[in-house]
């Protein structure tokens, strides 16, 4: 049974920092695209950053992440990382980390097929 456990968030502040895990077990997804997504109330599931297979590592950013956050990831781990750095109040939300069956640009929520249960992320002035 693959299950994804997300730890990490809190509450954090206004250019500051702070560093989400994804611990994936029940099967190894070192092949696989690996991504964040969030959702703030009352908006609809967004991309965040996507990292693909282990042997290329690509990595891609929303807009709203470039320069920001980083996405890394330890295939001995099956272990995703988004570290966000700069934070602004308008990062807060629940974040959710997904694993794909496929490798490559991954940026839809369909795209994914494993979920995580979400971490909520609150960014204070």
């Known amino acids: 049974q693959v299950q994804l456990v997300e730890s990490g968030g809190g509450l954090g502040q206004a250019g500051g920092s702070l560093r989400l895990s994804c611990a994936a077990s029940?099967?190894?997804?070192?092949?696989?695209?690996m991504g964040w997504f969030r959702q703030a109330p009352g908006k609809e599931r967004e991309f965040v950053a996507a990292?693909?297979?282990?042997?290329?590592?690509?990595?891609y950013y929303a807009d709203s992440a470039k320069g920001r956050f980083t996405i890394s990831r330890d295939n001995a781990k099956n272990t995703v990382y988004l570290q966000m750095n700069s934070l602004k109040p308008e990062d807060t939300a629940v974040y959710y980390c997904?694993?794909?069956?496929?490798?490559?640009?991954?940026?839809?929520?369909?795209?994914?097929?494993?979920w995580g249960q979400g971490t909520q992320v609150t960014v204070s002035t």
């Open positions: 990292i693909t297979s282990w042997y290329s590592g690509s990595t």
């Open positions: 029940g099967r190894s997804f070192s092949r696989y695209t």
């Open positions: 997904a694993v794909a069956s496929r490798s490559g640009y991954l940026v839809e929520p369909y795209d994914y097929d494993y």
